[in-house]
């Protein structure tokens, strides 16, 4: 059964969303015809993101796609398999995935298996280091064992740490604190670079490197539990209450609307540079977290809500990470022939639309 967006329960801005990469030149699709691609971390915001779309360029393009997954959420796993026709594996991602559940030919992989929670990298970080480079060992030893076409590891732009310039591009690196337990997240990211960069070097493994900015928009869950700050102002703003910020808000958010970073990572797979490192970011998009906030407050709510600033007492526990005083260059994705389409007041209008839907 071929499964198009049409047939998902999703809303319409998120319809639109999927229309829209399907019609884009700057994707390749029929390089992903008859193929098998896994998707690790599919139940997660950018997983999940990809199964659906490349569920719908399977069908509207007819591209006989198999979609192969993991992912740690069951009844997102079932809402998946049900709507998109995505075979899920189990298990757990830092150990070699079970042999009977693996088809005999994988050609592409996006690796997003990862843990992103900032209060987690406190409290939890011999798990955040574990997912991340066991899981990426797993994962490199699948796709040189496979003969895999390409891979595409999801890194972050926090691995950049604390960087002094205005601006950074790819080959630019900051200061990351080793006497924080926050940091191994950052430090853990880093590290998977060079043992993809590795793989590249040894075996020969098509591994390309994406480094995400702040990714949301339309198709970011609707969980009050999720405490990114864009989540938490669409509550804030669905509700007509106040933004609180618990930092003074001086750090520069470094933005990418979801579908807008879609399409990134669907260009690095097909067109991106072996052994490489593309940021994924807009720009045009970038804004500190106050000027952030204000924009909801002003533009999205027309001044009906307010921003207020609250630090607490116990903010070391909470996991921000360090400021950040850069903009992300995107100028080298940009060259594959990626336009991002959506700007920061659109990327908030878009997801309280489909959170309305």
């Not at 691609?37 to 069908?59: M, Q």
Request: glycine share 8%; with cysteine; hydrophobic share 40%.
């Amino acid at each position: 059964m071929k499964h198009t967006h049409l047939d998902m329960k999703i809303s319409d801005a998120l319809k639109s969303d999927i229309s829209y990469l399907l019609s884009l030149d700057s994707i390749h699709w029929g390089k992903l015809r008859n193929s098998t691609v896994l998707i690790t971390g599919a139940t997660g915001l950018v997983g999940g993101l990809l199964v659906r779309v490349l569920a719908a360029a399977s069908a509207v393009h007819d591209l006989d796609i198999r979609l192969i997954a993991t992912g740690r959420s069951a009844a997102k796993r079932d809402t998946l398999s049900t709507e998109c026709g995505v075979e899920f594996i189990a298990g757990d991602i830092r150990k070699p995935l079970p042999e009977g559940a693996i088809p005999s030919s994988i050609d592409y992989i996006f690796h997003c298996a990862a843990i992103t929670k900032s209060a987690d990298m406190v409290a939890k970080p011999v798990d955040v280091i574990s997912t991340e480079t066991d899981g990426t060992y797993a994962i490199l030893n699948l796709a040189r064992q496979k003969h895999c076409r390409s891979l595409v590891y999801l890194s972050s732009m926090e691995v950049y740490g604390q960087a002094n310039q205005r601006e950074v591009s790819e080959g630019d690196l900051g200061y990351i604190d080793l006497s924080s337990t926050r940091s191994c997240y950052p430090e853990g990211k880093r590290f998977c670079e060079l043992l993809c960069l590795a793989y590249a070097a040894q075996y020969g493994v098509p591994v390309k490197i994406a480094r995400l900015a702040m990714t949301f928009g339309a198709g970011t869950p609707k969980d009050k539990n999720n405490m990114r700050v864009a989540s938490q102002f669409v509550h804030k703003a669905l509700a007509n209450e106040d933004i609180e910020l618990h930092t003074l808000g001086n750090s520069i958010a470094n933005c990418c609307y979801t579908a807008d970073a879609v399409c990134g990572l669907l260009i690095i797979l097909l067109d991106g540079k072996d052994g490489e490192a593309y940021n994924v970011a807009n720009p045009l998009a970038s804004a500190t977290i106050r000027e952030m906030a204000e924009l909801v407050t002003n533009k999205v709510c027309n001044g009906i809500i307010k921003v207020i600033v609250n630090v607490p007492k116990d903010i070391e526990k909470r996991g921000y990470a360090p400021d950040v005083i850069y903009t992300l260059n995107a100028d080298k994705l940009k060259k594959l022939g990626w336009v991002p389409k959506f700007g920061l007041e659109d990327m908030y209008r878009q997801m309280i639309a489909d959170w309305r839907g």
